[in-house]
């Protein structure tokens, strides 16, 4: 199965910086690299996704950066407001998956 | 879109009492469905996931079961609680084609007392 680990596993940041949150799988053949943010007591919700064949995505101020090679994906905040504070979590799989596996989730704080 | 709905929201159950949470989902036909449990501060743990009526997969031993008796419904049961079912329980589900994102209801509080 999917060994998913992400680092790291708590960041605090001052509001206006940049976040960087790192995804490591260890299945070559996921081709799927979505990102998910958790606010307190909600279901997570999809924020950004890649596919294999695209190397970086952004979307206003969050991008995901993929590096297949060594197997890691990135998820990118600029500008950090205090409503990006919430758990962020990577779930990478391929096409078609069933099972799929989360990532131990990332503790976001933006200090005011 | 797809919409998946929980509930209740929020549940007290006594140690030994049965366990039923339903899970519904709109706007999608035969969806992979999941059901995922968190625990204060931790991660997403799969505990079953469903690629049709009838048919569940069990990632983790435990006194829990799953059902899928319609292709949009997916039931969550204990027969007997223990006080470390106590946790955040998630349902989601995921649209057959190939690279699609899950979607999750808003979940269950389950405290066992």
């Known amino acids: 199965g999917e060994n998913v680990e992400q680092h790291p596993s708590t960041l605090s940041v001052q509001e206006g910086d940049s976040a960087v949150i790192k995804c490591t799988y260890s299945d070559s053949a996921s081709n799927y690299f979505p990102w998910y943010k958790q606010e307190l007591g909600k279901g997570p919700q999809l924020i950004i996704d890649i596919r294999s064949n695209v190397g970086e995505k952004k979307d206003q101020r969050i991008a995901v950066t993929l590096n297949k090679t060594a197997k890691h994906f990135s998820l990118h905040i600029t500008e950090t407001q205090p409503e990006d504070s919430a758990v962020y979590f990577c779930?990478?799989?391929?096409?078609?998956?069933?099972?799929?596996?989360f990532g131990t989730g990332t503790k976001l704080q933006v200090i005011p | 879109s797809q919409t998946i709905h929980q509930w209740p929201a929020t549940l007290v159950q006594p140690v030994g009492s049965p366990l039923s949470l339903e899970c519904t989902v709109e706007g999608t036909s035969n969806p992979n469905l999941y059901w995922y449990r968190q625990a204060a501060g931790r991660g997403l743990q799969l505990l079953f996931y469903s690629v049709g009526i009838g048919q569940i997969s069990s990632e983790v031993p435990q006194n829990l079961s799953a059902s899928r008796p319609q292709d949009r419904q997916f039931i969550l049961s204990s027969k007997k609680l223990l006080l470390s079912d106590s946790g955040f329980y998630l349902c989601a589900g995921r649209q057959l084609k190939s690279n699609s994102p899950l979607h999750f209801g808003n979940g269950t509080r389950l405290t066992v007392t």
């Open positions: 779930a990478p799989g391929s096409g078609g998956y069933q099972k799929v596996t």
